[in-house]
């Protein structure tokens, strides 16, 4: 959301490590119980390879946003008031995500 000129607001889902830590904890005990997942590594460190890959998808989304965002900006300039800002995020988001292999 653009505030004023040069001036913009990045909304972001924002979750703390600790939180992550849970997710990556709460996924990794699901999958044991349901007997879908078998460990060959200890559990600390299984859990700490899917923190790691919690916080790098994360950081793609929030780097897909701010690039998403740019864009509309741009947009904006060129076409001031002839489009929704919020679904044009939402469609240029999808499509950039389908581009660049990010699941959403």
Do not use: H, W, Y
């Not at 990556?24 to 390879?49: F, G, N, P």
């Not at 929030?62 to 044009?88: A, C, H, T, Y």
């Amino acid at each position: 959301m653009t505030i004023g000129p040069g001036i913009r607001l990045v909304k972001v889902m924002k979750m703390t490590d600790k939180q992550m830590g849970r997710l990556a904890k709460l996924i990794i005990d699901k999958l044991i119980e349901q007997r879908v997942l078998v460990l060959k590594e200890t559990e600390e460190k299984v859990r700490q390879r899917a923190l790691d890959i919690l916080k790098s998808d994360f950081a793609r989304e929030r780097s897909l946003d701010i690039e998403v965002n740019k864009m509309i900006d741009d947009l904006e300039r060129q076409n001031p008031g002839s489009f929704q800002r919020f679904k044009m995020f939402t469609l240029l988001k999808k499509r950039l995500a389908k581009e660049k292999g990010i699941v959403l």
